[in-house]
Structure formats: C-alpha cells, structure tokens
C-alpha cells in the first residue's frame, strides 16, 4: 500500500501500488493546495496505477476527493489528467472519481495502459516529456 506524488516542472505523476486507501488518496487530493505556486504551474497530471491491486475508497471518499479537486480547480483550472487502472476493480473505482470531477475545466481520461495514457497525454499536453 503506498501512494506517492513526484513533481516535474510542468506536472506530477501520482503512483499507487498495493492496496491503495481512500484516505492516501484524500490525503494528496488534500496537500495538492499546501503549495499554490508549484499548483498554479501544473499543466497535467500521470496517475499509473498500474501496480495498485485495489483500491479501497468508499463512495464517500471517492465524494471526498472530487471536493478536493474542486477546491484545486480554483487554482489549476485546466488541468490534463490521465489515469492508468489496468485492473476492472481499480478502473471502476476510477471511473466513479471521474464523473465526480467534472465540475471542473479539467480534461481526464481514464486508460488500461501506460503507453494509451503518455501518449494522450503528449497530444493533449505540449509541456508533457
């Protein structure tokens, strides 16, 4: 069970493995506004969870996060987020947090595969690498 946020200049690249839990992902939904200015620069967000078993998030919690991604929006308004859930369980549990982010200008897309995500990324996204 781990969950961790690494930050490049122009965007983060979340990753979970395990069993990831509702309250790790409330916890970076939360810290995304504890630094405005490195928020203000984000342009996309990689979220691979390619090596997440499950992810053990009530329906609560997935509400939860979309708060979260609200307050956020305020601040990255246009955000591009690709999310990578190979797995039925975790790309369900996924797709429910998508639809409860789009109060948002932000563009998601929730894929099976790493190389589908990077790659809608580099299209969606000129600052992605």
Not at 7 to 24: C, D, F, K, N, Q
Not at 67 to 79: K, Q
């Amino acid at each position: 069970m781990s969950y961790e946020k690494i930050y490049l200049p122009s965007g983060v690249i979340r990753r979970g493995a395990g069993v990831v839990s509702g309250a790790e992902i409330i916890a970076a939904a939360a810290s995304e506004v504890d630094d405005l200015d490195r928020l203000r620069a984000l342009r996309w967000v990689l979220i691979d969870l390619t090596l997440a078993t499950q992810l053990d998030a009530s329906s609560e919690e997935i509400r939860t996060v979309g708060r979260h991604n609200v307050a956020t929006a305020v601040y990255a308004p246009r955000l591009t987020i690709a999310v990578v859930a190979p797995r039925d369980a975790v790309y369900g549990v996924v797709r429910m947090w998508e639809g409860r982010s789009l109060a948002s200008e932000w563009q998601t897309r929730v894929f099976r595969t790493l190389p589908e995500a990077e790659a809608w990324l580099r299209a969606m996204e000129p600052t992605f690498a």
